[in-house]
């Protein structure tokens, strides 16, 4: 009989799920809602029924499955405990693998989200081919995850590849939403690059498309370098050398073969890396350099990847 590995992303409005074959195929995939009241309780029970009535579907049984990976929010360690626990489903710290299998007898792993993205990426992705490898979400912050030797880098409470959060600046007076000041993800996320764009408008009159849009998006950015504009191809530079910067750091300590981009911001295509590539190789340790940049290839499925990656690799 065929082995199956289910794979599952879980996020703040919905869960994301996968049935994989165990030579990585994705062979159906859907989504139910995140129920978040009484602090996310039913948010596993949910899952598993989901699980249960596609093995029912299927005709797979227990013993034909040879687990279920979990993405989940929030920092996960090692043993697959949601360590801090997760504040946008409501969560407090818990055993994921162990509370799952109260409902199913199947192996169990469980990492952070950003961190299952990662391995989907490295496994099935953009970052294919390669056991070391950092992957940075550009979206509303800036996530991170980095594999080390074809693992997960986790670090002792699961923060391992909080990239977002590396100093970058030291006279920043807003705050991030860590609680510090100057942080990656101020000034390379979406909205850092909003913020990066509000203040070169304010600092001068020099014509651009820019000052005539209510709010300027990242992408309005990336589209207006696109046009050849001036002001904005500045803050495409400013947020280059930002984000260079950033991963040279962690270059200098974990050497990967390919850095991965993803996330919302990186739509704008490989216009970004541009902009990113050479401010990296000019920070970046020598013996580092030779790191390769590329785009994310999965997407939104990433997690589920991920998530099913973590079981099938280890199998």
Sequence with gaps: MDSYVFGVDIGGTTVKMGLFGMEGSLLEQWEI???????????????IRSIQAKMDEKGI???????IGVGAPGAVDSEGTLVGGAVNIGWKPFNIPEAIKAYIN???KAVNDANAAAYG???QGGGRGSSNMVAVTLGTGVGGGIVVNGNILTGVTGAGG???HIHIVDEEEEICGCGNRGCLEQYASATGIARLARRRLAKDGKPSDLREMEAVSAKNVFD??????????????????????????????VNPEVFVIGGGVSKAGEILLSF????YQRYAFHQCRGAKFVLAKLGNDAGIYGAAGVIIKKG
Aim: aromatic letters at 4%; charged letters at 20%.
């Design 106 to 108: 199947v192996p169990v």
């Design 276 to 279: 990113v590539e050479p401010a």
């Design 121 to 123: 990426e490295m496994w």
């Design 61 to 67: 049984a227990q013993q034909n499955v040879a687990g």
């Design 224 to 253: 207006a370098v696109k046009a050849g504009d001036e002001v904005a191809i500045e803050i495409a530079e400013q947020f280059g050398d930002y984000l260079g910067k950033g991963l040279a750091a962690v270059a200098a300590v």
């Design 162 to 164: 909080e990239i977002g």
């Design 33 to 47: 809602p995140t129920v978040k009241e009484n602090e996310g309780a039913a948010i596993l029970p949910d899952i």
